[in-house]
């Protein structure tokens, strides 16, 4: 009985992860760069003029304020010191620092968040203490937000509508390599735990994959999936395609 509650609890953990962002308060918001006081006057309504004219996001407060039911989660990089060689991971890579008065740890995570609809972000984050690196993460993952192409590129599926991706894609990072496939409805995430975290978070619901390479290193392997999920938009298609596929860019 109790090793069955323990796995259930095990399985919930990485909801429990995922966390609704607080509301973000507008009226207190002192934009510092020009976009972002178009975006707190109201001129700029939709994050797609700013991605679209390939303009950087510079204020975190922007993604706040143009995109809605964002979600986050922190995905497991650390390595967790067990007695059985670890076995689940941790939110936390630690280091260790040696200095002159001691031994100075510091704590690097990697934050992913999105609106569960065609936009999704990663950011890395590393401090002295564990909250100031969650922010920094947050924040980062916010400046990198990017807008997910999805669809039904599924020969067996072939619905119409955008459920998983619409065409098979390669993301690299390093010696990592990631290939994203699309999947027929109903297939689920077929993939490595923090790959699904972020495929999620961008809103696509079924998808295959394969990876080769050093997935051994789990920061290589995480920036090869968000690197394969910006290279679907870089991809050049046929209008019939887009139509066949459901395809569509963003939130539907
Ligand atoms: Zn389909």
New binding site residues.
């Given amino acids: 009985m109790a090793e069955k509650q323990r796995t259930s609890e095990r399985r919930r953990r990485p909801h429990e992860r995922v966390h609704r962002e607080k509301e973000f308060d507008r009226e207190s918001w002192k934009p510092k760069t020009e976009i972002g006081k178009r975006v707190k006057a109201g001129e700029i309504k939709a994050i797609d003029e700013i991605i679209n004219q390939g303009k950087p996001i510079l204020e975190a407060e922007i993604v706040d304020c143009l995109l809605e039911g964002l979600e986050n989660t922190l995905l497991l990089v650390g390595q967790s010191k067990g007695k059985f060689g670890g076995g689940k991971g941790s939110i936390w890579r630690q280091t260790q620092k040696k200095t002159p008065e001691g031994n100075k740890p510091s704590f690097a995570t990697v934050c992913v968040i999105g609106n569960k609809d065609g936009y999704v972000g990663i950011g890395f984050g590393k401090g002295k203490e564990t909250v100031p690196a969650r922010e920094k993460a947050t924040r980062k993952a916010k400046l990198n937000m990017i807008k997910v192409r999805r669809g039904?590129g599924?020969w067996q599926?072939?619905?119409g509508?955008p459920?998983?991706v619409p065409y098979k894609i390669v993301g690299k990072s390093g010696s990592a390599q990631i290939v994203l496939m699309p999947a027929?409805?109903g297939t689920g995430l077929v993939l490595q735990k923090d790959c699904k975290d972020i495929v999620q978070l961008a809103g696509i619901k079924d998808i295959h994959s394969k990876t080769f390479g050093d997935t051994g290193s789990k920061l290589n392997l995480i920036r090869a999936c968000f690197n394969a999920l910006q290279k679907l938009t870089e991809m050049r298609v046929h209008e019939e395609y887009v139509k066949r596929s459901g395809l569509i860019e963003g939130k539907i």
Avoid: A, D, L, V
């Fill in positions: 039904c599924s599926c072939n619905c509508s459920h998983s027929p409805r």
